[in-house]
């Protein structure tokens, strides 16, 4: 049996960043992909929008779902820190339309770069990939991992459920189950609209983006919300793009209560040859909604580990003895722009940073 002081699952952006801040423990970082850095790789189109350069209020309003529960960590490590904390570390940023912020070097390697970089420069911090947890006992006060590796403690950073090829399906969220934690429905979110109306599946207008467009969701006919300033996607199933993922958190919340929803989309001064005709009417159209894309194509996964089991301050779980749970497998939600990763790379720090002068409890 080999032993740790801790142990974290997960190499994404929270379970690795967590994993640097820990100085004076000794560490292993365990992957069941074959690299490390979870989804940061494919995030963003694959140039990872790694945070949003908004303050701290403003960026909140648009974490969809517990967004009080990261006031602690923002306060610890705030948007704005977090490009100063890459940018101090030789990890040069761009800011992009809608405060989105990107490598400069337009890759996501910039950022596994340098956390691989300084997983190497360490002295306590081993990591395995190819390696998958599937069980975990507490015993003794102390974790057994698949009877292989023991820990006094153990972070969970074990992720969201959506493309499967990168996610380990709900490993994390069971395991976390047998040590008494509760998970609520998990849903996808952040992922295209589907419908069934003609507009959509003659295809007359496949392959069409309404640049700088609005989108206003209506559930049982009354509107509910609008989001604008950015483009619609017309598909061979529906409609994508920024603003179609934006409002399907809520859509499939109405969906799923039996609701029925309509978006009316608006476009904006540019309407490209085809679609005028069908603009010139009414200015806007409407179509019916009746799912969302599922896991495979979602971006997010809505539903998690409930925030009440866990402390805001330091990710520590309130009702297992230093277990800490950071990132997407907790029941928090952001809407795309970079607001997802940079919230797992607050949690990550402040946790490592917590766990860097935590003393277990016996
Ligand atoms: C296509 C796509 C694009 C995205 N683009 C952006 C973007 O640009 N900006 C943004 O803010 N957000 C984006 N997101 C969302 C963002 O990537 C995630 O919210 C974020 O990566 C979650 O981080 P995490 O650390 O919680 O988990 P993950 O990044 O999911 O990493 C979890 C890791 O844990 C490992 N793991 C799980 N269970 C086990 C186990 N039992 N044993 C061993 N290892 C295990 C997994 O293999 C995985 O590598 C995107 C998501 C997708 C799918």
Redesign the pocket.
């Known amino acids: 049996m080999q032993i740790y002081d801790v142990i974290i699952?997960?190499?994404?952006?929270?379970?690795i960043m967590c994993s640097v801040q820990i100085k004076n423990k000794k560490v292993l970082l365990?992957?069941?992909?074959t690299t490390l850095g979870?989804?940061?790789k494919?995030?963003?189109g694959g140039r990872?929008?790694?945070t949003n350069n908004k303050e701290i209020e403003p960026f909140l309003k648009n974490v969809v779902k517990n967004n009080k529960f990261l006031y602690s960590t923002f306060q610890n490590m705030p948007p704005q820190d977090l490009i100063n904390f890459f940018e101090k570390n030789n990890v040069k940023l761009k800011e992009e339309d809608n405060n989105r912020i990107f490598p400069e070097e337009n890759t996501s390697q910039a950022i596994i770069n340098y956390f691989i970089g300084e997983i190497h420069k360490s002295n306590n911090i081993n990591f395995k990939t190819d390696?998958?947890?599937?069980s975990i006992i507490h015993e003794n006060n102390q974790f057994i991992i698949n009877d292989q590796y023991k820990a006094t403690e153990v972070v969970f950073?074990?992720?969201?459920i959506?493309?499967p090829h990168?996610?380990?399906k709900d490993?994390?969220h069971r395991?976390l189950g047998d040590l008494g934690h509760k998970t609520t429905d998990l849903v996808p979110a952040e992922s295209p609209l589907i419908s069934n109306d003609s507009i959509i599946t003659d295809r007359t207008f496949q392959g069409i983006t309404l640049i700088d467009s609005q989108i206003e969701v209506f559930i049982n006919q009354k509107k509910k919300y609008k989001f604008d300033g950015n483009n619609v996607l017309f598909t061979h199933f529906g409609i994508t793009g920024p603003l179609a993922l934006k409002s399907s958190h809520h859509i499939k919340e109405a969906l799923n209560n039996q609701k029925k929803v309509k978006v009316r989309v608006i476009p904006g001064e540019h309407i490209p040859k085809k679609m005028q005709d069908i603009f010139n009417e009414t200015g806007y159209i409407d179509i019916n909604i009746v799912d969302i894309k599922g896991f495979n194509t979602a971006?997010?996964t809505n539903g998690g580990i409930k925030v009440k089991e866990v402390e805001n301050k330091t990710f520590k779980s309130k009702i297992q003895d230093n277990l800490y749970i950071i990132?997407?497998?907790l029941d928090i939600n952001a809407y795309?722009g970079?607001?997802?990763?940079?919230l797992?790379l607050s949690e990550g720090y402040t946790c490592g940073q917590y766990i860097n002068t935590s003393i277990p409890t016996e």
């Open positions: 699952i997960g190499s994404g952006p929270s379970g365990l992957e069941a992909n979870g989804k940061i494919v995030s963003g990872c929008n790694v390696y998958l947890v599937e950073a074990t992720g969201g959506t493309y990168l996610s380990q490993i994390g395991l971006f997010l990132g997407e497998v795309t970079g607001f997802n990763i940079a797992c």
